[in-house]
């Protein structure tokens, strides 16, 4: 009974060492905050568009599946991530809708004009409270929202070619097939 | 690799230096105002690290210090202001994690590691009081101590 | 050519290393003289090369050496010269030298001042200084190298973050090293012990002044990093149970333990295979600790460029080190035998006491900042846990230990007098009552904890001073008597009263921030905001610039009754470099209340906002560390320690002397 007493801290080393190894897994982003919204209805949003064009409202993606990006002018990453979203929508076979974070509708334009339009409309939120309804605590991030406008996934940070080839465009085709 | 390397340039942009409630966020009622800095303490900002949104300079922390206050003016009450920003960032945004089952290891482990503690301390003492005295001195080994305190003097 | 030179030299260091952890070990078992020699000459032969290597790089970081790639990386020429050479270890590869060179320190010391030790156990001792050396110098050699070269070389650095660039948190990392390595000098006595299969009163004599030493360290250090953020961060916050924070607390409260109980083993010869775990946790939380903050497993405001191959590395050094002492414990330690047999109510037993509660306390911390960790590794839901949890699970811990500080050291060894004891303090507990009186009568009942906590306070701090008393026969005996006893008090008995009181000092600082008095105002030139009986005039800002940034520098006038009393010069400085700002806090203090002012962000018409507190007892939090680290310190210094074990008399018989 004694010798048992002394294998427990060896014991709950071992255990501790499991968790760490788990840990160390590359998968594993430590910043990452998981989204609380997820298989839950998108928020009622209703926003203006830049200069004339029309807004963007959640009742435009009522019955098909739709990417929605939250990006700003003077963030880097959304510039990183710029030239994959242009070819998106065809690449994906869903409407792309963009929505500018925190960002002077002049300044969004500029970025558009510069770097290319590749939103089916684009939805302006300068104090950021759409956002905050959407859960969004960084740009960029991508919402995919599914026909019956539920949020089912999110993607923190700059999209890469492999988060799109292997998780986004598989998760809209069965979403659309649904 | 590449995402946490933007997601870490975009913490660089929102981090400066820190500091906290603006005078123009405040509200005007002061005990409204006691509860909004209450409950900021208790609330984690997300773009931090480590910090709350009440010490935070994150414009995200200004955001989510404003909306707070603005549920708290509009009537809600403390826990329905906090459900509000749980409904939309989950419950990492709270410092006191919730008492759940997930988390009855975290909330009664260090009761549990006391009583465990304290429980064998308590045995070992008890054991050390009934532990039989030193064994008697063999012949040989009283002759040793007579010649050696004959010896000092 | 130097930096080759500094390259090689940790090689062969290495290699030393390498010599050092085997042949010393076979020796011992042998009981082959020479060869546990070799453990000595290799120890400090190690730490020469060492020394050397770490002389290399901080040359190359001075002279800007910019082929090489760390220097790149952390360092840029226009940088302070104090900044260039701590910038040397304000980055992974860099700091972990720094560690490796106090590791080969404290191994060449045990080689150097060891010569009283039994030369089978110092070379046991050294054997596993040595491992721990392989360990880390293969992790930096093939993982971590500083040497690293930058092809091409560029012409200038990417620059230090400008938060590091402050002479407060420059010299928080040496001091913290000296606390987590020097306990590793515990752990290899624990271990060579355990290998040996004897813990003896010369042993405790031999673990306690070098994990003293450490503690010493590591309370400084953990004081000094504290201390960096409540002046930098701007609105006074001074603990945040950040995950790396509490991997220095972890190992500083067993540490803690493991100093109390070292006492038990060395007066009373008990409580052995407790002091050995004791020994091997502690520096096994500093190994966890390097992990925490090297591997990226956690987010943390001080964790290092995230790696999770240098994370692998570390957790095999972790299984190793770690699971190998806690098996051979498991395997020796039942046969260790038990010694002087006590009551419970003795002050052995208030020890046992003590660790319980220091140990339940460290495990509470290690809980609350890795169960998210844990839960998030399998796939449970993603939690934080902050100051909420720890406020309900660590404070009413220390409440008792607190408790027992006091009444610990007036019972007697073997058995003690509870009542007599709590007698003798009945000083204290007055002392203790008012003050929760008078905090009642002036605050009333909401700041109950804080009340507690000050109460608490004068408990211990008073309580240690009865126990002086005491010691002394003060009031009892005649004035005369009273003198001679206490010049012949040991020096050791005034280093435990000098530390139990920085302790109640701090527990004061602590607990008073509870009334601290914030005042946040928009103000414009000429404005005025009172606060805490002074008025603070704002008199605008001007910019200025700096060797690397450009600073906003604030003039507040301090006054009170209409008379100035200080010029505060808060700033705002921004580094275009790394696109930063950080802030210097103006604090004025008369040491018992700061009255701190921080520079916020301008509005447009000229006006900023200042930031304002009050913070009552506010500096005694870090005058108790540097107490308790004096407290420390004397007791190092006394001479019994450099005595250590009475010297072999050769007698015919052979034994040695009973020491005191």
């Known amino acids: 009974m004694r010798r048992l007493l002394f294998l427990l801290p060896v014991a709950v080393f071992v255990a501790i060492a499991v968790y760490f190894l788990l840990a160390l897994n590359p998968n594993r982003d430590p910043q990452l905050v998981p989204s609380a919204l997820i298989d839950k209805p998108a928020p009622e949003f209703d926003l203006a568009g830049i200069g004339t064009a029309p807004g963007l409202a959640l009742a435009a993606f009522k019955g098909q599946v739709a990417i929605v990006n939250f990006f700003a002018s003077w963030c880097e990453p959304c510039k990183d991530e710029h030239p994959l979203l242009m070819g998106l929508q065809k690449q994906v076979g869903a409407p792309l809708y963009g929505i500018a974070y925190k960002d002077k509708p002049a300044d969004t334009e500029h970025f558009l004009t510069e770097l290319g339009d590749p939103y089916k409309a684009i939805g302006v939120d300068e104090n950021g409270r759409t956002a905050i309804d959407f859960g969004v605590y960084g740009v960029p991030e991508t919402y995919v929202i599914d026909k019956e406008g539920r949020i089912r996934q999110r993607f923190v940070g700059p999209l890469s070619e492999r988060d799109i080839a292997q998780e986004l465009l598989p998760l809209v085709r069965q979403l659309q097939q649904s | 690799m590449k995402r946490l390397l933007a997601l870490t340039l975009l913490l660089i942009l929102l981090a400066p230096a820190a500091f906290a409630v603006e005078p123009s966020e405040r509200l005007a009622d002061p005990a409204l105002e006691a509860r909004a800095r209450a409950l900021s303490e208790e609330l984690r900002c997300l773009v931090c690290q480590n910090e709350t949104i009440d010490e935070s300079s994150a414009p995200l922390a200004h955001d989510l210090r404003v909306l707070l206050r603005q549920r708290i003016a509009a009537g809600d009450s403390d826990a329905q202001a906090v459900k509000f920003l749980t409904d939309r960032y989950g419950d990492f945004v709270l410092l006191k994690p919730p008492v759940e089952p997930a988390t009855y290891v975290l909330w009664f482990g260090p009761i549990a590691v006391l009583l465990l503690a304290a429980g064998g301390a308590l045995i070992y003492l008890r054991r050390r009081k009934a532990a039989a005295p030193a064994a008697p001195l063999s012949a040989a080994e009283q002759r040793r101590i007579e010649r050696l305190l004959q010896e000092d003097g | ?660």
């Open chain 3, 1 to 660: 050519m130097i930096i080759e030179l500094g390259h090689f030299a940790l090689i062969l260091a290495l290699c030393l290393a390498a010599l050092q952890s085997t042949l010393p070990l076979y020796g011992a078992s042998r009981n082959h003289a020479g060869l546990m020699a070799v453990g000595q000459s290799a120890a400090v032969a190690q730490f020469v090369l060492i020394a050397l290597s770490f002389a290399v790089l901080v040359n190359a970081y001075v002279t800007s050496d910019f082929s090489l790639a760390t220097v790149v990386d952390n360092s840029q020429s226009t940088k302070p010269l104090l900044y260039k050479v701590t910038g040397v270890w304000g980055n992974h590869e860099g700091s972990m030298l720094l560690w490796v060179l106090i590791l080969s320190l404290f191994g060449a010391a045990v080689a150097l001042f060891g010569d009283n030790l039994p030369p089978s156990l110092r070379a046991r001792v050294l054997a596993v200084q040595g491992m721990i050396g392989v360990g880390f110098l293969t992790f930096i050699v093939f993982t971590s190298n500083p040497f690293l070269r930058a092809h091409p070389a560029p012409l200038d650095g990417n620059g230090m973050n400008p938060v590091l660039q402050d002479p407060g948190l420059a010299f928080h990392p040496p001091f913290l090293y000296l606390g987590y390595v020097g306990f590793s000098v515990a752990f290899s006595f624990a271990v060579a012990a355990l290998i040996e299969g004897r813990v003896d009163a010369a042993w405790a004599r031999w673990v306690r002044p070098w994990s003293l030493a450490a503690w010493c360290a590591l309370t400084i250090g953990i004081a000094m990093g504290s201390w960096w953020a409540y002046y930098t961060l701007g609105w006074g916050g001074w603990w945040f149970w950040d995950p790396v924070e509490n991997a220095s607390f972890m190992p500083w409260l067993v540490g803690t333990a493991l100093i109390h109980s070292a006492i038990v083993v060395e007066k009373r010869d008990a409580l052995k295979s407790w002091t050995i775990l004791l020994a091997i946790v502690t520096f096994s939380l500093s190994l966890v600790g390097t992990f925490l903050v090297r591997s990226g497993v956690l987010t943390s405001v001080h964790a290092f460029a995230v790696d999770p191959t240098r994370g692998s590395y570390i957790l095999v050094l972790l299984v190793l080190a770690i699971g190998g002492s806690l098996t051979l414990y498991a395997l020796r330690a039942p046969s260790l035998q038990g010694g002087g047999i006590f009551a419970p109510i003795s002050r052995e037993g208030a020890l046992v006491v003590n660790n319980v509660l220091l140990t339940t306390a460290a495990a509470t911390v290690f809980l609350g900042t890795l169960y998210p960790l844990f839960l998030d590794t399998i796939g449970g839901p993603k939690l934080s846990v902050g100051f909420p949890f720890f406020n309900r699970t660590f404070v009413p811990l220390m409440v008792p230990a607190l408790i027992a500080v006091a009444v610990g050291p007036l019972l007697a060894w073997k058995r003690g007098d509870l009542r007599g004891a709590l007698q003798r303090l009945w000083v204290a507990f007055a002392a203790a009552l008012a003050v929760a009186l008078v905090g009642l009568y002036l605050a009333g009942f909401k700041p109950i904890l804080a009340l507690l906590g000050l109460a608490l306070a004068a408990w211990v701090g008073i309580g240690v001073l009865c126990e002086w008393a005491d010691r002394v026969k003060l009031f009892r005996a005649p004035a005369a008597e009273t003198w001679r006893r206490a010049r012949h008090l040991p020096r050791a008995s005034y280093a435990m009263t000098v530390a139990h009181f920085g302790l109640a000092v701090s527990v004061a600082g602590i607990a008073a921030s509870a009334f601290e008095v914030e005042q946040i105002q928009m103000l414009h030139p000429g404005d005025t905001l009172p606060i805490a009986g002074y008025v603070l005039k704002f008199d605008g800002t001007v910019k200025v610039p700096g060797p690397n940034f450009t600073a906003d520098i604030a003039t507040v006038d301090v006054m009170r009754n209409g008379a100035t009393v200080e010029v505060l010069h808060p700033e705002r400085r921004f580094f275009p470099l790394q696109q930063m700002t950080t802030s210097v806090t103006a604090i004025r203090t008369n040491f018992l209340a700061d009255l701190y002012v921080a520079l916020g962000d301008p509005d447009d018409t000229n006006g900023s906002t200042i930031r304002a507190y009050w913070k009552p007892l506010t500096p005694w939090i870090w005058m108790g560390a540097v107490i308790m680290a004096m407290g420390g310190l004397l007791s190092l210094s006394d001479r019994r320690w450099r005595v250590g074990v009475a010297a072999r008399r050769r007698l015919p018989a052979a034994h040695p002397a009973p020491g005191e």
